[in-house]
């Protein structure tokens, strides 16, 4: 782990730095899941500021107000919103018992067992510089590899923002832990680019790329936060 420091000390410090509230930060994600040589994809907008967030993917769009305690829930093509309460979500954790019975049932989670990351190479992501890591696992019935491309930015608070909409894109936790222990040392690292390939004796790989497309300062919209006037609140 403290090559893989070592080297990322040497990336450019590119990424926009945050000034204050009068500017928005846009970024960009493309989630493409391939099975079967199908694609499905899936492409997530974010703008953010200090308490606000707005999230769109597809005609459904995620207004987080910090500043006024709420989320809204937005339908574009029905022209329609709700409105709930921010909440703070107690985490559960699985006692060793209840991992006994992961088989039971028609749902499968792996608990990968990961091996030790290398560096692949020096790279470019969305016209940034980055370094390219590789790490794999084993589970009970699956062999799991992930690339993740990572560079270094100024800003801890966009770091961690668009480490978290990459991190929830791979899934479990388990599946975030080479990711995790990497960023966790380093808050100034940004996930770039992950490639999640997944495979087993009796089924077809399944391949996952997900990658940031556009990340950048933007002037803020006035109703970039707020809902449409025109929406009506559904029941």
Request: charged fraction near 25%.
């Amino acid at each position: 782990m403290r090559l893989i420091i070592f080297f990322l000390f040497g990336l450019l410090n590119g990424v926009p730095e945050q000034a204050s509230d009068d500017f928005v930060f846009y970024i960009k994600i493309t989630n493409v899941r391939n099975y079967m040589n199908l694609d499905r994809t899936t492409v997530t907008e974010m703008w953010t500021v200090t308490d606000k967030s707005c999230t769109l993917i597809n005609q459904m769009k995620n207004i987080v107000r910090k500043d006024l305690g709420l989320i809204y829930l937005i339908n574009l093509q029905a022209k329609t919103y709700s409105i709930d309460s921010i909440q703070t979500k107690s985490t559960q954790t699985l006692s060793k018992n209840a991992l006994d019975f992961k088989y039971i049932g028609q749902k499968y989670n792996p608990e990968y067992e990961w091996k030790k990351p290398h560096l692949v190479k020096k790279d470019t992501v969305a016209n940034y510089s980055c370094y390219h890591f590789l790490c794999t696992g084993d589970a009970d019935f699956d062999q799991i590899s992930l690339d993740y491309y990572l560079t270094k930015t100024k800003d801890k608070s966009f770091a961690e923002m668009v480490n978290s909409v990459m991190m929830n894109s791979v899934g479990s936790p388990n599946k975030q832990e080479p990711l995790t222990q990497v960023i966790d040392k380093d808050k100034n690292l940004m996930i770039l680019k992950i490639i999640e390939k997944v495979e087993n004796p009796i089924s077809p790989r399944i391949t996952t790329t997900i990658a940031i497309d556009i990340f950048k300062k933007t002037l803020p919209d006035k109703e970039l936060f707020e809902v449409p006037a025109n929406f009506r609140k559904a029941n």
